[in-house]
Nanobody, 117 residues
Framework: QVQLVESGGGLVQPGGSLRLSCAAS????????MGWYRQVPGKQRELVAT???????NYADSVKGRFTISRDNAENTVYLQMNSLKPEDTAVYYC???????????WGQGTQVTVSS
């Protein structure tokens, strides 16, 4: 199984940028579709973006044009570049790894992103 550790969250002003990183270990990284999800208290966890091992991406409508997901298969790391941040982007962001074969999901511990002036 894969272990996922996020980093890069923090406090940023509206309009600012942050880059989240998720380091994977314990399994073959290319066997997983990677993604970022976010959750605010009292709401369901929602998809932000996903990226396949081949580099195909998918984004939630709310972040299209502002966020970019990427992965470095040599470094076993997935990134989320977040630009033009809005207060409504405030959430705990979770890294997700989904096995291509079998579909089992793995989650990181989450990192807080707060967008506020």
């Amino acid at each position: 199984q894969v272990q996922l550790v996020e980093s890069g969250g923090g406090l940023v002003q509206p309009g600012g940028s942050l880059r989240l990183s998720c380091a994977a270990s314990g399994s073959i990284f290319s066997l997983y579709t990677m993604g970022w999800y976010r959750q605010v208290p009292g709401k369901q966890r929602e998809l932000v973006a996903t990226i396949t091992s081949g580099g195909s991406t998918n984004y939630a409508d709310s972040v299209k044009g502002r966020f970019t997901i990427s992965r470095d298969n040599a470094e076993n790391t997935v990134y989320l570049q977040m630009n033009s941040l809005k207060p409504e982007d405030t959430a705990v962001y979770y890294c997700n790894g989904r096995q291509i074969v079998g579909g089992r999901n793995y989650w990181g511990q989450g990192t807080q992103v707060t967008v506020s002036s």
